[in-house]
DNA sequence: TAAGTACTGGTTTTT
DNA sequence: CCAGTACTTA
């Protein structure tokens, strides 16, 4: 311990609190190659010679340049676990960043699972998770509240709308969105509304306007006590540049700062990472003789698929140039796919020009050929999908170990329609749907109304929800109300009474004051499921849903029910959270329950989510112009290879088996277009695709000759071969495809069929029924067609008659 | 003020 | 196709 004055002044025994951690001064971090590499001799053991050195390289800047599958991860958590096992570092000197919390949470787990547990006080968490809890822990030596709300792009959205809307700026074009964009991009960069002011041409109108938003929008935040995303990042930064003392705090602790995922870091992480490991100035107290923290960096170019968020390739093309005496060390040895994936995936990357050429290498052979598919539609597409996928079932692969990849999220749906049909068990990944429901924001506005009264965004949310009468009028009133006296919306709520308003507006206003109040008073006391069912319940939010005729409302309901069980579980996990911590996870951890119950079904998932993922079988759906690359990225610069990243990302996922599929028609708005097959197809090798159904054998009308040609040559190898050839004929003969399930028998209600029943489908003609499975609304059909061959239907919602 | 209707326009990827 | 919006009416 150093246990001087100064630490205590500055709370330092605060940050390293979780364990008796001392600021070390001169603590050993480098200089000291194999100091006691026999005590990490298990960690090396099954590494190739660059991944060894990799764990056991010891420096300041450390660039591992890591391919798919390399063993990225596998490195990292060695690296870590070697430094704690080598006692070259206490858990609590380790700062390990990912991108993602599922990343984070992956990486501890391993971890912990490399060391027995000893991983407390390790900081593994996201960039925004790791600002947050800085922000929070030092917000009040900088006058700001620790309350602090964390608004999403969506209440970042809200809050421009009403600014553009108060500017008359929509008359330059601005929207919430393209505004929100911008911003962003500005705060990745550093910049704030007075620098881009000093650069910007300011007898543009366009820009005036823009700047007035930019200030406008950055002052309501400061209002309401609330971060947006990209400030959680540029914060930290300035905090840090402001107050050296405070960022040296967190340089003497954090002795070994390794970042994952690298290739994605804008501007603003590029520079929290550089103050991470700047060398701490002397605080006037103790002299700033430490030395940096080492940093490790892991990153693989190929894989940069955020530039579009203002991810910066240059920081880990340059990474030399910034970091002297950096090391690199190259990890090309693939441990994840077959040499056939990995060809295809080297050949399409290939075509990206200033790259450093890498070429990913296996040694376990060449395995199964790529399977290419074209279907008329989205929904054939889908179909095939789901056939191939009971197929694999069949023959013994577990659902857990099959994913399906889109572009876009829109994609889901054809997807979802027919694997519910099928009754083919799926999840979705990533889709934080559940956090985006109308109902939980409300839950969540009220949540936050209690925790930082000053965030007007969530006040103005909750004031009229459920409806109790009080206007948008009212609301204006109240806000300037509140803009004169200086003081916040919810303390206008207070004064409701002297405000002139009627007697019923006056009460209900009054009423949600209350409410708000009694919340606030049992959220001191702890108990976040307590705070919320109070709050449900109170201001009637439950009750009006409870109440509805709308048979959706029952639905939303249960869904706050639900977020009450979750609360009920963060309090499990967290026997002393408190109210900011559960907000503060969930606005950033909103897809973290992934992990658990994904195993026995299908994941489904964009490309972009699947990055640093891996499964035996992969789909890789819309290989079409306009969505691989997708349109609105074709035409910026560098958006094309953007895309091919994403499309090798997506090819490099999987082990064993690789799926290429695409449409000859997409349904988009409703209009179904032609579709395109995309310019990466055929930079795949010819013959490491078998295409059961080639892009050139199917056209827009429908099947063709050359097609059931085509079909039957590949069909008669491949298992089965029971859906896609068979249903050429009838097919065809149809005027519309069927892209429009939702169109059709949604309930068949309680239509009985048992084993022998002869039926019709819509789409699959007619069969019969082998078998009859599940119960009540699950209940499945194993129909055996005398044209589309076997397949599983669920009864309830499936387009079928009894005949 | 709230509820209902007609209409528009927008649609990439995410912490 | 959908959500979100503007406009109507009670």
């Given at each position: 311990?150093?246990?001087?004055?100064?630490?205590?002044?500055?709370?330092?025994?605060?940050?390293?609190?979780?364990?008796?951690?001392?600021?070390?001064?001169?603590?050993?971090?480098?200089?000291?190659?194999?100091?006691?590499?026999?005590?990490?001799?298990?960690?090396?053991?099954?590494?190739?010679?660059?991944?060894?050195?990799?764990?056991?390289?010891?420096?300041?800047?450390?660039?591992?340049?890591?391919?798919?599958?390399?063993?990225?991860?596998?490195?990292?958590?060695?690296?870590?676990?070697?430094?704690?096992?080598?006692?070259?570092?206490?858990?609590?000197?380790?700062?390990?960043?990912?991108?993602?919390?599922?990343?984070?949470?992956?990486?501890?787990?391993?971890?912990?699972?490399?060391?027995?547990?000893?991983?407390?006080?390790?900081?593994?968490?996201?960039?925004?998770?790791?600002?947050?809890?800085?922000?929070?822990?030092?917000?009040?030596?900088?006058?700001?509240?620790?309350?602090?709300?964390?608004?999403?792009?969506?209440?970042?959205?809200?809050?421009?709308?009403?600014?553009?809307?108060?500017?008359?700026?929509?008359?330059?074009?601005?929207?919430?969105?393209?505004?929100?964009?911008?911003?962003?991009?500005?705060?990745?960069e550093l910049a704030d509304a007075d620098s881009y002011a000093r650069n910007a041409n300011m007898s543009d109108p366009n820009e005036v306007a823009f700047v007035e938003i930019f200030r406008d929008y950055q002052r309501e935040l400061l209002r309401a006590s609330a971060f947006d995303f990209d400030d959680l990042i540029a914060q930290t930064v300035y905090l840090f540049r402001a107050f050296p003392q405070v960022a040296a705090r967190y340089q003497k602790k954090f002795r070994h700062v390794l970042v994952d995922e690298y290739q994605d870091t804008n501007h603003a992480q590029y520079a929290l990472i550089r103050e991470f490991t700047r060398a701490p100035e002397a605080d006037g107290f103790l002299p700033g003789?430490?030395?940096?923290?080492?940093?490790?960096?892991?990153?693989?170019?190929?894989?940069?698929?955020?530039?579009?968020?203002?991810?910066?390739?240059?920081?880990?093309?340059?990474?030399?140039?910034?970091?002297?005496?950096?090391?690199?060390?190259?990890?090309?040895?693939?441990?994840?796919?077959?040499?056939?994936?990995?060809?295809?995936?080297?050949?399409?990357?290939?075509?990206?020009?200033?790259?450093?050429?890498?070429?990913?290498?296996?040694?376990?052979?060449?395995?199964?050929?790529?399977?290419?598919?074209?279907?008329?539609?989205?929904?054939?597409?889908?179909?095939?999908?789901?056939?191939?996928?009971?197929?694999?079932?069949?023959?013994?692969?577990?659902?857990?170990?099959?994913?399906?990849?889109?572009?876009?999220?829109?994609?889901?749906?054809?997807?979802?329609?027919?694997?519910?049909?099928?009754?083919?068990?799926?999840?979705?990944?990533?889709?934080?749907?559940?956090?985006?429901?109308?109902?939980?924001?409300?839950?969540?506005?009220?949540?936050?109304?209690?925790?930082?009264?000053?965030?007007?965004?969530?006040?103005?949310?909750?004031?009229?929800?459920?409806?109790?009468?009080?206007?948008?009028?009212?609301?204006?009133?109240?806000?300037?109300?509140?803009?004169?006296?200086?003081?916040?919306?919810?303390?206008?709520?207070?004064?409701?009474?002297?405000?002139?308003?009627?007697?019923?507006?006056?009460?209900?206003?009054?009423?949600?004051?209350?409410?708000?109040?009694?919340?606030?008073?049992?959220?001191?006391?702890?108990?976040?499921?307590?705070?919320?069912?109070?709050?449900?319940?109170?201001?009637?939010?439950?009750?009006?849903?409870?109440?509805?005729?709308?048979?959706?409302?029952?639905?939303?309901?249960?869904?706050?029910?639900?977020?009450?069980?979750?609360?009920?579980?963060?309090?499990?996990?967290?026997?002393?959270?408190?109210?900011?911590?559960?907000?503060?996870?969930?606005?950033?951890?909103?897809?973290?329950?992934?992990?658990?119950?994904?195993?026995?079904?299908?994941?489904?998932?964009?490309?972009?989510?699947?990055?640093?993922?891996?499964?035996?079988?992969?789909?890789?759906?819309?290989?079409?112009?306009?969505?691989?690359?997708?349109?609105?990225?074709?035409?910026?610069?560098?958006?094309?290879?953007?895309?091919?990243?994403?499309?090798?990302?997506?090819?490099?996922?999987?082990?064993?088996?690789?799926?290429?599929?695409?449409?000859?028609?997409?349904?988009?708005?409703?209009?179904?277009?032609?579709?395109?097959?995309?310019?990466?197809?055929?930079?795949?090798?010819?013959?490491?695709?078998?295409?059961?159904?080639?892009?050139?054998?199917?056209?827009?009308?429908?099947?063709?000759?050359?097609?059931?040609?085509?079909?039957?040559?590949?069909?008669?190898?491949?298992?089965?071969?029971?859906?896609?050839?068979?249903?050429?004929?009838?097919?065809?003969?149809?005027?519309?495809?069927?892209?429009?399930?939702?169109?059709?028998?949604?309930?068949?209600?309680?239509?009985?069929?048992?084993?022998?029943?002869?039926?019709?489908?819509?789409?699959?003609?007619?069969?019969?029924?082998?078998?009859?499975?599940?119960?009540?609304?699950?209940?499945?059909?194993?129909?055996?067609?005398?044209?589309?061959?076997?397949?599983?239907?669920?009864?309830?919602?499936?387009?079928?008659?009894?005949?």
């Open positions: 311990m150093t246990g001087t004055p100064t630490s205590d002044a500055h709370g330092s025994d605060q940050i390293t609190s979780d364990s008796a951690t001392p600021v070390i001064v001169d603590w050993p971090t480098s200089g000291i190659p194999g100091g006691g590499q026999t005590a990490s001799g298990h960690l090396l053991d099954g590494l190739n010679p660059q991944q060894r050195q990799a764990v056991e390289y010891r420096g300041k800047a450390l660039l591992i340049v890591a391919g798919a599958g390399s063993g990225k991860t596998r490195v990292l958590t060695h690296r870590i676990a070697a430094l704690i096992e080598n006692r070259e570092a206490w858990p609590s000197q380790i700062l390990a960043i990912t991108f993602t919390n599922k990343a984070a949470a992956e990486m501890r787990e391993r971890v912990e699972e490399l060391l027995g547990g000893r991983t407390e006080g390790m900081w593994i968490s996201t960039f925004h998770s790791a600002c947050v809890r800085i922000l929070r822990r030092e917000a009040e030596n900088l006058g700001l509240s620790k309350n602090f709300t964390i608004y999403d792009s969506s209440d970042s959205r809200v809050l421009l709308k009403r600014i553009i809307k108060r500017n008359d700026a929509d008359m330059y074009g601005f929207t919430p969105a393209n505004a929100a964009a911008k911003i962003s991009k500005l705060k990745n003789t430490d030395e940096g923290a080492s940093l490790t960096v892991v990153g693989d170019s190929d894989q940069s698929i955020y530039a579009f968020r203002g991810a910066d390739i240059r920081n880990i093309v340059e990474f030399e140039r910034d970091f002297t005496g950096a090391t690199v060390i190259l990890l090309e040895q693939n441990y994840r796919s077959t040499q056939n994936i990995l060809s295809a995936a080297n050949a399409v990357i290939a075509n990206n020009f200033d790259r450093k050429d890498k070429k990913l290498w296996t040694d376990i052979g060449d395995g199964e050929k790529i399977i290419g598919f074209t279907g008329y539609s989205g929904h054939d597409e889908a179909q095939f999908v789901a056939d191939e996928i009971e197929k694999l079932h069949s023959d013994g692969v577990a659902y857990g170990d099959i994913a399906v990849f889109y572009r876009t999220n829109a994609q889901t749906r054809a997807l979802e329609e027919i694997f519910v049909r099928s009754a083919l068990p799926y999840k979705i990944m990533g889709g934080t749907k559940f956090y985006e429901r109308a109902e939980i924001k409300d839950a969540f506005a009220y949540l936050t109304a209690v925790m930082n009264p000053a965030d007007e965004l969530a006040v103005r949310r909750i004031i009229n929800t459920p409806k109790r009468g009080i206007g948008p009028a009212t609301v204006t009133q109240l806000a300037s109300f509140a803009e004169n006296a200086e003081t916040t919306l919810r303390d206008a709520l207070r004064e409701a009474s002297t405000l002139g308003f009627g007697p019923k507006v006056t009460r209900a206003i009054s009423d949600v004051s209350a409410v708000l109040d009694e919340a606030s008073a049992l959220a001191d006391q702890g108990k976040v499921s307590e705070v919320l069912t109070t709050l449900m319940q109170k201001s009637g939010l439950i009750d009006s849903l409870r109440m509805s005729r709308d048979p959706q409302d029952e639905a939303r309901a249960e869904n706050i029910d639900e977020l009450v069980a979750v609360t009920k579980e963060f309090e499990r996990n967290n026997p002393d959270g408190t109210l900011i911590d559960f907000l503060t996870e969930v606005s950033l951890v909103a897809a973290a329950d992934d992990l658990d119950d994904a195993s026995g079904t299908v994941s489904l998932m964009t490309l972009h989510t699947a990055k640093g993922l891996e499964y035996d079988t992969v789909f890789l759906t819309g290989v079409e112009e306009d969505l691989l690359p997708h349109r609105m990225s074709a035409n910026e610069p560098g958006g094309p290879s953007e895309e091919r990243r994403l499309f090798y990302v997506g090819i490099t996922r999987a082990r064993k088996r690789l799926f290429l599929s695409l449409a000859m028609t997409r349904a988009q708005y409703g209009e179904t277009a032609v579709a395109m097959p995309s310019r990466y197809l055929q930079e795949i090798p010819a013959e490491l695709i078998e295409w059961r159904q080639s892009p050139g054998s199917v056209n827009s009308r429908g099947g063709t000759q050359s097609r059931a040609l085509n079909a039957r040559r590949w069909g008669a190898g491949s298992a089965g071969g029971s859906g896609t050839d068979a249903r050429a004929l009838p097919r065809a003969e149809k005027k519309e495809w069927p892209n429009k399930v939702t169109n059709m028998v949604r309930d068949n209600g309680d239509l009985e069929l048992v084993a022998g029943d002869r039926i019709r489908h819509s789409d699959f003609g007619e069969g019969r029924v082998q078998n009859v499975t599940g119960a009540g609304t699950k209940r499945v059909a194993h129909v055996q067609f005398d044209t589309a061959g076997a397949k599983k239907l669920l009864i309830k919602i499936a387009p079928i008659e009894k005949l």
